[in-house]
């Protein structure tokens, strides 16, 4: 069964780059057909989704957030990354890593969800 893990700092300063891992344990990364996400919750509202990386290594991000975020991984370490430049208090939140798998035709399925990491922008 796969798991999966996030870490990064609690706390981080407006202007600052928030750099989140997301490590994958029972499974790798590049199993054809699965994709995964970072998704995020602001305190008192509904889940916002950040975008993925696919198991080919392709990535799709939110246009809302194109401009400042990223999203890599490291196959060796079958870990995800996220990265955040010039975050504001507006970006406070839990954020998750998802694995969900493509169908196609637009039908996909989240099966795994981390934990989720709590980060605050605050000076």
């Known amino acids: 069964q796969v798991q999966l893990q996030e870490s990064g700092p609690g706390l981080v300063k407006p202007s600052q780059t928030l750099s989140l891992t997301c490590t994958v344990s029972g499974g790798s990364i590049t199993t054809s057909g699965y994709y995964w996400a970072w998704i995020r919750q602001p305190p008192g509202k509904g889940l916002e989704w950040i975008g993925y990386?696919?198991?080919?290594?392709?990535?799709n991000v939110s246009p809302s957030l194109e401009s400042r975020s990223s999203i890599s991984r490291d196959t060796a370490k079958n870990h995800i990354t996220l990265q955040l430049s010039s975050v504001t208090p507006e970006d406070t939140a839990v954020y998750y890593c998802?694995?969900?798998?493509?169908?196609?035709?637009?039908?996909?399925?989240?099966?795994?969800w981390g934990q989720g990491t709590q980060v605050t922008v605050s000076s």
């Open positions: 998802a694995r969900f798998y493509d169908y196609g035709a637009g039908s996909h399925d989240y099966d795994s």
């Open positions: 990386i696919g198991y080919s290594g392709n990535t």
